[in-house]
């Protein structure tokens, strides 16, 4: 959904904003952005437990630098960086981008891996658990 808004915010020729500043007229998709990240965080840290955290923040970095680029680009008529404002929402926003990295990473990684379970462990609060190397080769359980 946010890759689907950052395309409607480029193309929309300026009728659509990413945020409001003021009494602006136009609509604004900025809760569209946030809010999926956290549906999506929430249900990741519900499901799901990340085994290789080294290999899992460094795809997690990978995708959020793509992502804040894509914004940038998109967003290029919005945002000045000769005003201070732009560099105040970019870091509100990017806590956000990346959590939504995370919880992308954590979908892609666990949801769409079908692979065998390559090992059992024993977790104190779960007990028996299947580990599995995950799509992106991050291990899980």
Same mark, same amino acid.
């Given at each position: 959904?946010?890759?689907?808004?950052?395309?409607?915010?480029?193309?929309?020729?300026?009728?659509?904003?990413?945020?409001?500043?003021?009494?602006?007229?136009?609509? $604004?998709?900025?809760?569209?952005?946030?809010?999926?990240?956290?549906?999506?965080?929430?249900?990741?840290?519900?499901?799901?437990?990340?085994?290789? $955290?080294?290999?899992?923040?460094?795809?997690?970095?990978?995708?959020?630098?793509?992502?804040?680029?894509?914004?940038?680009?998109?967003?290029?008529?919005?945002?000045?960086?000769?005003?201070?404002? $732009?560099?105040?929402?970019?870091?509100?926003?990017?806590?956000?981008?990346?959590?939504?990295?995370?919880?992308?990473?954590?979908?892609?990684?666990?949801?769409?891996?079908?692979?065998?379970?390559?090992?059992?462990?024993?977790?104190?609060?779960?007990?028996?658990?299947?580990?599995?190397?995950?799509?992106?080769?991050?291990?899980?359980?």
């Amino acid at each position: 959904m946010p890759f689907i808004l950052l395309l409607i915010i480029n193309y929309s020729d300026g009728w659509i904003h990413f945020d409001k500043r003021g009494n602006s007229i136009y609509p $604004t998709v900025c809760l569209g952005a946030i809010c999926p990240v956290f549906g999506l965080g929430w249900r990741m840290l519900e499901d799901y437990m990340i085994i290789s $955290t080294g290999r899992f923040m460094k795809f997690a970095a990978l995708f959020y630098a793509v992502y804040l680029i894509l914004f940038l680009i998109c967003c290029r008529r919005e945002y000045s960086f000769k005003e201070r404002y $732009t560099y105040f929402a970019l870091l509100v926003y990017s806590f956000f981008f990346f959590g939504f990295a995370l919880a992308a990473v954590a979908a892609i990684n666990c949801v769409f891996d079908f692979s065998e379970p390559v090992q059992e462990i024993i977790d104190n609060n779960k007990g028996a658990v299947m580990v599995h190397n995950g799509l992106l080769g991050i291990k899980w359980y």
